[in-house]
Each structure stands twice: as structure tokens, then as C-alpha cells.
């Protein structure tokens, strides 16, 4: 390899997995219904967002820690295909202004196992290596798998509302 070639992206990203026991319709319209529910890590809550999940439209979200710190996400989707895949990035602002303190872009995609399972991946995608290990070293692995397992319980929960409607209950 040149030494003025790009890195590979293998070694720029950060992956984790879920498989969930429902659609990848349901999987991809809970993830979007209810992403204040489930957003940020164990023992933090959202306590702002503004999501317009087209491309360029806003991600924000501000999360507030156990301790009482803030920590503020913001962003625009690159992609939302239903139910598919949602592609966000820090890279821009609303309006496609560049953003100065660029870290990473984030690859949701919504893999069909039959009918009624779903395997989600997420990547995250970093400029450079020493972002990925940043980002590695703030917790990525950890932080996102129990989003995805408070995200994984929403899932659930959104069938049984949908077995009680069918129900009239």
C-alpha cells in the first residue's frame, strides 16, 4: 500500500449487532417512533431531540447523564430507506453546512431473517483510525449495545401493543 493511500475502512469502523425477534419493518418503525425511549446509554434519559428522517434533515438529540451532565448529539441523515437503512453523519449541519468537528457517520441497516426476525447492524465510520479508537475508548461497543437491547424491549413491547389493538383490548 502507498503511504498516501486511504486507510481501509475495516480499519476506520466500529460494528455491533442485535438479532430481534419481529420484522425489520417493525424493527426500522420503532427505532424511528421511539428513539428518545431508548437513545443514549444506561442510567442517561433524552431530554431534547429534533429528528426530520429525510436526507439532510436534522439529527439532535441532548442526553442528560445520571450525574447531571449533558451530552449533545447533532447531525443530519444522509439516508433513511424504510426499512432498510439509515444513514446519519456529524459532518453537517442542517442546510448542508460542514461542521468543523467532524467524528463519525452511522450506518443502520435492517437485515431480514424470514419473516419475523431481523438482524440490525450498526457501524460507525471514522475518518481516521484514531477516531475509531476514541470513539472505541469512550465506549462505543458497550454504550450501543444497551441501546440496542433497550431498543430491542421497545421492539417488544411495540408488538404486544400491536397483538392488543388486534384484540380490541
Do not use: K, N, Q
Request: glycine share 8%.
Amino acid at each position: 500500500m502507498r503511504a498516501d493511500a486511504p486507510t481501509p475502512i475495516g480499519a476506520r469502523e466500529l460494528v455491533v449487532m442485535r438479532e430481534m425477534a419481529a420484522s425489520r419493518e417493525r424493527v426500522f418503525e420503532t427505532w424511528m417512533r421511539t428513539l428518545p425511549e431508548w437513545w443514549g446509554p444506561r442510567g442517561s434519559r433524552t431530554i431534547a431531540w429534533e429528528i426530520d428522517p429525510r436526507p439532510g434533515g436534522v439529527f439532535r438529540t441532548v442526553l442528560r447523564a445520571a450525574d447531571g451532565g449533558e451530552f449533545r448529539t447533532r447531525g443530519v441523515f444522509l439516508e433513511v430507506t424504510s426499512p432498510e437503512r439509515i444513514v446519519f453523519t456529524d459532518a453537517f449541519d442542517p442546510g448542508w453546512e460542514p461542521h468543523p468537528c467532524v467524528f463519525f457517520t452511522g450506518v443502520a441497516s435492517f437485515h431480514a431473517i424470514g419473516a419475523e426476525r431481523t438482524r440490525l447492524e450498526v457501524r460507525a465510520l471514522h475518518w481516521s483510525v484514531e477516531a475509531r479508537d476514541e470513539h472505541e475508548r469512550m465506549g462505543f461497543r458497550a454504550c450501543w449495545g444497551e441501546m440496542l437491547d433497550r431498543l430491542a424491549a421497545r421492539v417488544v413491547a411495540a408488538g404486544s401493543d400491536d397483538r392488543r389493538s388486534m384484540h380490541g383490548e
